[in-house]
């Protein structure tokens, strides 16, 4: 089993940056592709990027490509999100999610952007 727990998310003006971490126990990390989601106020969680469990390939969402980094450091047993350009609309909650035969989820953190 995989505990994930997420952290880095805050109030940010647009335009700003923000990073997001997501620390994984357990011995098996890279295993586990990895991946973010986020949830908005009255909407679906949505996803946002991920990335393969040896780190060669990384996948985003549309609305955050070319803004967004994902990295992971196996070392650490940690994920990043790198959020640069950021805008009023990626304000949500975002989860950390670990797939490997099972989903893992992190209790998520806020992130805030205003206007």
């Known amino acids: 089993q995989v505990q994930l727990v997420e952290s880095g998310g805050g109030l940010v003006q647009a335009g700003g940056s923000l990073r997001l971490s997501c620390a994984a126990s357990?011995?098996?990390?890279?295993?586990?592709?990895m991946g973010w989601f986020r949830q908005a106020p009255g909407k679906e969680r949505e996803f946002v990027a991920s990335i393969n469990r040896s780190s060669g390939s990384t996948y985003y969402a549309d609305s955050v490509k070319g803004r967004f980094t994902l990295s992971r450091d196996n070392a650490k047993n940690t994920v990043y999100l790198q959020m640069n350009s950021l805008k009023p609309e990626d304000t949500a909650v975002y989860y950390c999610n670990a797939r490997a035969t099972t989903d893992y989820w992190g209790q998520g953190t806020q992130v805030t952007v205003s206007s």
């Open positions: 357990g011995r098996t990390f890279n295993t586990y592709a």
